[in-house]
């Protein structure tokens, strides 16, 4: 597997189709975080905020995944995830359906509160 330098490079080398739909999972969460600055995180497109791991994002043969989620992200959310939350910090997109993009843009945002106060020191 190679080993990608930038998000650009990443998105050259997928099949067109996958590539537009990847593309507009890159200009969702840019959108819904635009101080976010693009990264590559364990070999995936990936987004940090403040220095810190907002969201990452990948094509696989059946479906597309977010990375992550959160258990608060998942109760705020509530019946809108079950049909994609699979596991601990993996929202799956059948690849056969069209993607939620007015979710994935609330997550972004959801992720974004969490990084924020993540940021915040604690106050005695």
Same mark, same amino acid.
């Given at each position: 597997?190679? !080993?990608?330098?930038?998000?650009?490079?990443?998105?050259?080398?997928?099949?067109?189709?996958?590539?537009?739909?990847?593309?507009?999972?890159?200009?969702?969460?840019?959108?819904?975080?635009?101080?976010?600055?693009?990264?590559?995180?364990?070999?995936?497109?990936?987004?940090?905020?403040?220095?810190?791991?907002?969201?990452?994002?990948?094509?696989?043969?059946?479906?597309?995944?977010?990375?992550?989620?959160?258990?608060?992200?998942?109760?705020?959310?509530?019946?809108?995830?079950?049909?994609?939350?699979?596991? !601990?910090?993996?929202?799956?997109?059948?690849?056969? !359906?069209?993607?939620?993009?007015?979710?994935?843009?609330?997550?972004?945002?959801?992720?974004?509160?969490?990084?924020?106060?993540?940021?915040?020191?604690?106050?005695?």
């Amino acid at each position: 597997m190679a !080993k990608y330098q930038d998000v650009d490079e990443y998105m050259a080398q997928l099949p067109d189709d996958r590539r537009a739909v990847m593309e507009q999972l890159r200009t969702t969460i840019r959108s819904a975080a635009p101080d976010a600055v693009e990264a590559i995180s364990y070999n995936m497109p990936a987004f940090r905020l403040d220095g810190r791991f907002l969201v990452s994002y990948e094509a696989f043969k059946r479906h597309y995944s977010l990375f992550p989620w959160s258990d608060g992200m998942v109760a705020e959310l509530g019946e809108e995830m079950k049909p994609y939350a699979v596991g !601990k910090g993996t929202i799956r997109f059948p690849a056969d !359906k069209p993607i939620p993009f007015e979710l994935v843009t609330r997550i972004v945002e959801i992720r974004n509160r969490e990084v924020a106060q993540e940021a915040r020191p604690e106050r005695p």
